[in-house]
């Protein structure tokens, strides 16, 4: 077999191995595979492609445009990951590994894809949160903005998952605005670097806004400034290397770490034997030692039980891990595979035998196991390992000890409190599991264990059929954890993105905060448009763009008319004396929704036009009561314009109501689709 040169791109070439290149064994034979590395990469000269090329050509670009970038990419890599899936056997994982990376990682992507349409402004700033008053007319005014950092990402990232672990990096930081150099494992980065071939081919990323570095970074994170992030997936060790280095500390480069973590599944004590919830609990942790081999910084590495249930769990887990199938990962009917190298696999029978210090090994003889279809001698294959320790109170090592592989420890509990305080000596998670029924046992180990987990997940007979799983972290939520963990939050929708982003708070006029968010504030200048802004296509629209109605009267009669034809007979409508003993009201008083409708017909234009549907309202409150005899006036001002597609987008209106003495009485905001 030939072994594959496994290439860096460095600004805009692709570099073959070189000097200081490294030989690659394939996990399954332990033969040479592939080699890679090349000490002699330009690395100011990536660093300085990514800020004077990349940079500047996503920065020009809007949210939504680098959206659409990122779900064509997510397209084109689904078109072709059969080449990703023969490719990644290699490293040991299987068909059903590569479900969790590969597909994972291409749907991470159409995920932060659809959040940038959908909770991002088709512009260049991101307001996070509300307009502050900060002066007492409202002509001084503060906003949180987001903007992109104009520095470069250097990510690296771990062998256990060569393309989730890269793409869940890079869709946050692209849709950032922020170009990347990705830097994975040696191990598995043949993988990546087919990824990465595929998406650099498909012409869809501007120049300069991906590299690739296989091999060592050199000395490119002593040349990073402050606009630059850096991101690391690993050890411990290495993170608190990398983290205390000179340049990082003195100019503030933010480093987000996601590193060692002793994760752990607690068992309720109402999940007995013969209940969903004990068979489920079963179920999950023998998936969470075998699939990828173990080799998931999500694993369960602690198993905590009610004292009563140790026999049981073991027996059930046992038997379980019994009928797994080790061997070539290629086989069909393989249900684990190898671990990454030889090299990882001694590391994880040496972490073993720290464990075996204080626990006993129950399951799983890493000296006689048998693999099918492949040579378990060559081969990084090793069985699952289950140990249990009997004292965990006194214990060490099992909650300070990462086997990185197919290996879990199994303790008692007394009540709930004892597993929290077991749970949390492990100083920090990315998760924490618990299988129960009993919503109260949920809320205990919420509030006692949430300190010390990125992730707390529950489970149970009515969310099993549905959930994810307790290894699964989904770009929606936070991905990360304190303590050992690291620290550092990953995806979590917009969350992540402003990883790559910086947050200034601008301070000015209603008029300055409109032109830097594009987004009308109350006080802003008004334009007035050429005709009903509902006769107006979205194009023609204008920030600010406002419409004054003529007043209407609401009658003693309209409130008791709104009243009968509803049913919203509510006394405040219908009875003087009882609403006057209300503290909110002087006597009878309108309907708040009566007066939402009669606002509609006062701004609303009848006829077919480019409003093709009101999607909703935002916002509502009522700030002073009607009477009858009272009239109403409705103020109507294009907020906000968001694009969905080529032939609509979505109009958000500002909306007020004043009475006959100017006063605010109601306040709201319209959304309507209007044709492009």
Known sequence: M?????????????????????????????????????????????????????????????????????????THLGQNKRALYDLSFETGATQSDHLIDIDGGIGTMFVFASKGRREMPDGHVYLDGDVEQLSRNGTFLGQHICTPLQGVAVHI???????????????????????????????????????????????LLPDGTLQLVSGGLGDMLDRLGMQDVVSFTGSAETALKLRSAPVILENSVRFVAEQDSLNASILGPDAVPGTPEFDLFVKEVSREITTKAGQKCTAIRRIFVPETLVSDVTEALSARLAKVTIGDPRKENTRMGALVSNGQKQDVLEKAALLATEAKRVFGDPENFEVVGADKEQGAFLPPMLFHCENPDTAKRVHDTEAFGPVSTIMGYRDIPHAIELVNKGMGSLVASVITYDPEVAREVAIGAGAYHGRLYFNNRDSMKESTGHGSPLPHMVHGGPGRAGGGEEMGGVRGVMHYMQRTAIQGSPEILTAIGQKWVPGAAEVKGSAHPFTRRYGELSIGETLYTEPRVVSLADIEHFAEFTGDTFYAHMDDEAAERNPFFPGRVAHGYLLLSFAAGLFVEPNEGPVLANTGLDNLRFMKPVVAGDSINVRLTVKKKTKRNDEYGEVRWHVTLTNQDSELVAEYELLTMNAY
């Open 2 to 74: 030939s072994i594959l040169q496994i290439s860096s791109f460095a600004a805009g070439q692709w570099v073959t191995p070189g000097a200081g290149a490294r030989t690659i064994s394939s996990a399954i034979t332990g033969e040479p595979f592939a080699t890679a590395g090349n000490d002699a990469l330009d690395v100011q000269a990536m660093l300085d492609y990514a800020r004077n090329v990349g940079g500047p050509a996503l920065r020009e670009m809007t949210f939504h445009e680098r959206a659409k970038m990122l779900k064509a990419i997510a």
């Open 157 to 203: 990232n771990a062998f256990n998952f060569p393309v989730w672990g890269m793409l869940e990096k890079l869709a946050p930081t692209l849709l950032a605005g922020v170009p990347a150099i990705v830097k994975p494992a040696t191990n598995s980065c043949y993988v990546t670097e087919l990824c990465v071939r595929l998406m650099i081919d498909s012409g």
